[in-house]
């Protein structure tokens, strides 16, 4: 039936109308990939759940001010003190920021001065001076603010001094940057690595381009797809979103693409006519590649039981990615390799009837090596990889400082920095308390005790509730502002009467960080479960599951722990974003348990003909390379994360490249292929599966044949 399927697909007129139909369809969708940075939510805001203290205080924060406003710094630096002609332009400064569409609310030194500000806008050692304004684009702020940002910087250089961009509106300003030119480079960079890897493993100077067409254009169709979920849905779509989507569906993709074509270029060998061995192929490699896709989707749609939205949103954007990459895979690459012919594999053209690689290659060396002493390894390898999970105590998920969120300078940062050294305070980020207004003042008098803010200030009133802000005198995402935040709840949480709430960029943040940390204890064990869940019905089996779930475990912990050590001791950055646990554990073992699927599914095929011991050496002999190729392509995809100028994104990429060695090099290889021979026919109970003895099966001769593929 799935033969016929298969068969239907790739038939000499209907491979025509598949590429037609994918072409037009993907195409289509394709169109409006462009558009889904335009329906993206990058505000912090809006990834706080509905239960959290700060979401609940933006919503009595409408009656006072625009939820649109951004406060915004311009922070200026001269060593050996600002003189009165620099402060002088510091006020022509201010002057041609407020003509500036979407500006507002400027205030310059002297204009606070006037005011009676009660804090400096000029440090005590005169080295410093800043200027506020605040920036409102409406909901459009992440697309105005990459234009909006050089235009300042135009305005506020001064010969001899040192001007920054910094606040709230400075910090999106960089982030929104980096967000709207990064895409592009990334996909750049992914796909020349990939190309260079499908070079030398197929050693065709023609044969890389198809699967490079087919993932590119699953990667455009599931960006189009997810513009009208984003626009019409309560999907949320962030910048990081769209830059893991871009590496996943690139390295999927291309995983998926080399498990076929490894299936394809078997089956040439055995049928002359190419359509008849796409048919046959595609009914061999499919179901593999399904369980595949299946398992990377059900761990990533367990991401929708987050508190947080931007979480619960990456979860259902990526597994769409997925799910639209395996459609391409399976019917538009298919139909381009049956149409072109066998000599796409040029100069390694499969002929009809030729020789099948045999059983002297390297995985097969292996799988000899481990099979006299199976147990022995398996324990060994074990072991080491739980030594090596030690590394994970060198990790602070405490999240990550202001001045460590970027692997490059960037102003926002620098000049926050010169802020808290100078001793002034950035207006823009203040804490903010909403009170009943009967009892502003004693919710004054409580915080006016809480170390780490200014004195307080009630700034507005409205409908009986008050509004209290006190600025921070520390950098607004280091732990001192933290414990500020928890700080000032506490102490306007015991005001009888008050129903204080505190909000802010500090709060949010404290709050992202408690959502965090829950979303880590619910959400891994249910991935997990799921997970069991999917190999439990693909091998039929309970044992054979439940060690593959460990196996995958192990390899996450040593790959968290060996990341441990590299943040710290090679990249020199420790801290990790509290949610930086729960991305790294969902890809890793939904991409990582992919390996296991591959290899035991052959396994399995294989055990039914000649034993489950000498199946596993066949199974690794035969799946070696190419499951060896998928897993360097997806370390090497993932990896190019680092090439974002982002903390968050280097650590994630570097992670799951490891992990996703550690799972092709090591635990698929030694470890699995060590217990099934060890285990033997037990590996399938209850099934009766190979039921009989675990009996060593001799090591396999040179002689001895194996089929290649999947």
């Given at each position: 039936?799935?033969?016929?399927?298969?068969?239907?697909?790739?038939?000499?007129?209907?491979?025509?109308?598949?590429?037609?139909?994918?072409?037009?369809?993907?195409?289509?969708?394709?169109?409006?990939?462009?558009?889904?940075?335009?329906?993206?939510?990058?505000?912090?805001?809006?990834?706080?759940?509905?239960?959290?203290?700060?979401?609940?205080?933006?919503?009595?924060?409408?009656?006072?001010?625009?939820?649109?406003?951004?406060?915004?710094?311009?922070?200026?630096?001269?060593?050996?003190?600002?003189?009165?002609?620099?402060?002088?332009?510091?006020?022509?400064?201010?002057?041609?920021?407020?003509?500036?569409?979407?500006?507002?609310?400027?205030?310059?030194?002297?204009?606070?001065?006037?005011?009676?500000?009660?804090?400096?806008?000029?440090?005590?050692?005169?080295?410093?001076?800043?200027?506020?304004?605040?920036?409102?684009?409406?909901?459009?702020?992440?697309?105005?603010?990459?234009?909006?940002?050089?235009?300042?910087?135009?305005?506020?250089?001064?010969?001899?001094?040192?001007?920054?961009?910094?606040?709230?509106?400075?910090?999106?300003?960089?982030?929104?940057?980096?967000?709207?030119?990064?895409?592009?480079?990334?996909?750049?960079?992914?796909?020349?690595?990939?190309?260079?890897?499908?070079?030398?493993?197929?050693?065709?100077?023609?044969?890389?381009?198809?699967?490079?067409?087919?993932?590119?254009?699953?990667?455009?169709?599931?960006?189009?797809?997810?513009?009208?979920?984003?626009?019409?849905?309560?999907?949320?779509?962030?910048?990081?979103?769209?830059?893991?989507?871009?590496?996943?569906?690139?390295?999927?993709?291309?995983?998926?693409?080399?498990?076929?074509?490894?299936?394809?270029?078997?089956?040439?060998?055995?049928?002359?006519?190419?359509?008849?061995?796409?048919?046959?192929?595609?009914?061999?490699?499919?179901?593999?590649?399904?369980?595949?896709?299946?398992?990377?989707?059900?761990?990533?749609?367990?991401?929708?039981?987050?508190?947080?939205?931007?979480?619960?949103?990456?979860?259902?954007?990526?597994?769409?990615?997925?799910?639209?990459?395996?459609?391409?895979?399976?019917?538009?690459?298919?139909?381009?390799?049956?149409?072109?012919?066998?000599?796409?594999?040029?100069?390694?053209?499969?002929?009809?009837?030729?020789?099948?690689?045999?059983?002297?290659?390297?995985?097969?060396?292996?799988?000899?090596?481990?099979?006299?002493?199976?147990?022995?390894?398996?324990?060994?390898?074990?072991?080491?990889?739980?030594?090596?999970?030690?590394?994970?105590?060198?990790?602070?998920?405490?999240?990550?400082?202001?001045?460590?969120?970027?692997?490059?300078?960037?102003?926002?940062?620098?000049?926050?920095?010169?802020?808290?050294?100078?001793?002034?305070?950035?207006?823009?980020?203040?804490?903010?308390?909403?009170?009943?207004?009967?009892?502003?003042?004693?919710?004054?008098?409580?915080?006016?005790?809480?170390?780490?803010?200014?004195?307080?200030?009630?700034?507005?009133?409205?409908?009986?509730?008050?509004?209290?802000?006190?600025?921070?005198?520390?950098?607004?995402?280091?732990?001192?502002?933290?414990?500020?935040?928890?700080?000032?709840?506490?102490?306007?949480?015991?005001?009888?009467?008050?129903?204080?709430?505190?909000?802010?960029?500090?709060?949010?943040?404290?709050?992202?960080?408690?959502?965090?940390?829950?979303?880590?204890?619910?959400?891994?064990?249910?991935?997990l479960g799921a997970v069991l869940l999917i190999l439990i019905g693909l091998l039929r089996s309970l044992?054979?599951?439940?060690?593959?779930?460990?196996?995958?475990?192990?390899?996450?912990?040593?790959?968290l722990g060996i990341s441990g050590l590299v943040f710290d001791f090679l990249y020199g950055r420790e801290?990790?974003?509290?949610?930086?646990?729960?991305?790294?554990?969902?890809?890793?073992?939904?991409?990582?348990?992919?390996?296991?699927?591959?290899?035991?599914?052959?396994?399995?095929?294989?055990?039914?003909?000649?034993?489950?011991?000498?199946?596993?050496?066949?199974?690794?002999?035969?799946?070696?390379?190419?499951?060896?190729?998928?897993?360097?392509?997806?370390?090497?995809?993932?990896?190019?994360?680092?090439?974002?100028?982002?903390?968050?994104?280097?650590?994630?990429?570097?992670?799951?490249?490891?992990?996703?060695?550690?799972?092709?090099?090591?635990?698929?290889?030694?470890?699995?292929?060590?217990?099934?021979?060890?285990?033997?026919?037990?590996?399938?109970?209850?099934?009766?599966?190979?039921?009989?003895?675990?009996?060593?099966?001799?090591?396999?001769?040179?002689?001895?044949?194996?089929?290649?593929?999947?």
């Open positions: 039936m799935h033969r016929q399927i298969a068969g239907k697909l790739t038939g000499p007129v209907t491979k025509w109308i598949v590429l037609v139909a994918v072409v037009l369809i993907a195409g289509g969708l394709a169109s409006f990939a462009g558009k889904l940075v335009d329906v993206q939510n990058n505000e912090t805001e809006s990834w706080l759940p509905d239960s959290a203290e700060s979401t609940k205080a933006f919503e009595k924060l409408e009656a006072f001010q625009d939820p649109y406003d951004v406060g915004t710094t311009v922070v200026y630096h001269r060593s050996s003190g600002l003189t009165a002609a620099d402060l002088s332009a510091i006020e022509e400064d201010a002057t041609e920021i407020a003509k500036l569409d979407g500006v507002s609310k400027v205030l310059s030194p002297a204009q606070a001065k006037t005011a009676g500000s009660p804090v400096p806008f000029v440090s005590e050692d005169g080295q410093v001076a800043k200027l506020e304004f605040t920036v409102n684009y409406g909901d459009k702020l992440w697309e105005e603010l990459p234009d909006l940002k050089p235009e300042i910087d135009k305005i506020i250089k001064i010969d001899g001094v040192d001007s920054y961009l910094a606040g709230a509106g400075g910090q999106s300003a960089d982030a929104a940057t980096v967000f709207s030119s990064g895409d592009g480079k990334l996909l750049g960079i992914t796909l020349l690595v990939v190309i260079l890897i499908l070079l030398v493993t197929y050693r065709s100077p023609i044969l890389w381009l198809l699967p490079i067409i087919s993932a590119v254009v699953g990667l455009g169709a599931s960006m189009g797809l997810l513009y009208f979920l984003a626009k019409n849905t309560s999907l949320t779509v962030n910048g990081q979103t769209q830059f893991i989507l871009t590496v996943l569906v690139i390295g999927a993709g291309t995983d998926y693409a080399l498990l076929l074509v490894a299936r394809y270029r078997e089956e040439l060998r055995r049928h002359e006519d190419r359509h008849e061995a796409m048919a046959f192929a595609l009914h061999r490699a499919a179901p593999a590649i399904l369980a595949s896709a299946a398992t990377v989707v059900v761990g990533l749609l367990c991401l929708m039981f987050a508190d947080l939205n931007s979480t619960a949103g990456m979860g259902p954007a990526n597994a769409v990615g997925v799910a639209v990459t395996f459609v391409v895979m399976v019917t538009l690459l298919p139909a381009l390799l049956v149409i072109c012919g066998r000599w796409v594999f040029w100069p390694f053209v499969p002929r009809f009837g030729s020789e099948e690689p045999t059983a002297s290659g390297l995985w097969a060396k292996v799988g000899r090596g481990i099979a006299p002493r199976p147990r022995i390894v398996w324990v060994g390898t074990a072991a080491a990889l739980a030594v090596v999970c030690l590394g994970f105590l060198r990790l602070d998920t405490s999240g990550i400082p202001s001045d460590e969120q970027y692997t490059t300078t960037q102003d926002s940062v620098t000049g926050q920095k010169i802020l808290v050294e100078h001793g002034l305070v950035d207006a823009s980020t203040p804490v903010q308390v909403v009170a009943n207004a009967d009892e502003a003042p004693a919710v004054i008098e409580a915080m006016s005790r809480v170390e780490g803010i200014a004195a307080p200030v009630q700034v507005a009133e409205k409908d009986g509730i008050a509004l209290i802000v006190a600025e921070l005198t520390s950098d607004p995402y280091s732990d001192t502002a933290f414990d500020a935040v928890h700080d000032v709840r506490r102490a306007v949480h015991a005001v009888p009467g008050a129903d204080a709430l505190t909000t802010g960029m500090s709060a949010v943040s404290v709050d992202v960080m408690d959502a965090s940390s829950r979303d880590n204890k619910v959400i891994i064990p249910i991935v044992v054979s599951p439940v060690l593959l779930i460990g196996t995958v475990i192990l390899s996450f912990g040593a790959a801290h990790t974003d509290p949610g930086f646990p729960l991305f790294a554990f969902v890809f890793l073992v939904a991409l990582g348990i992919d390996y296991n699927i591959f290899l035991m599914t052959r396994v399995r095929e294989e055990a039914a003909l000649h034993g489950t011991r000498k199946g596993s050496l066949i199974a690794l002999s035969s799946t070696g390379g190419v499951i060896t190729s998928a897993g360097l392509v997806l370390a090497a995809t993932f990896a190019m994360l680092g090439t974002m100028p982002m903390t968050f994104t280097l650590q994630l990429g570097t992670t799951v490249a490891l992990g996703v060695l550690l799972d092709t090099i090591i635990v698929r290889s030694v470890l699995v292929t060590a217990l099934n021979l060890d285990l033997g026919g037990r590996i399938w109970w209850p099934s009766k599966l190979d039921a009989g003895a675990p009996v060593v099966e001799p090591p396999a001769t040179e002689q001895d044949k194996v089929p290649a593929g999947v």
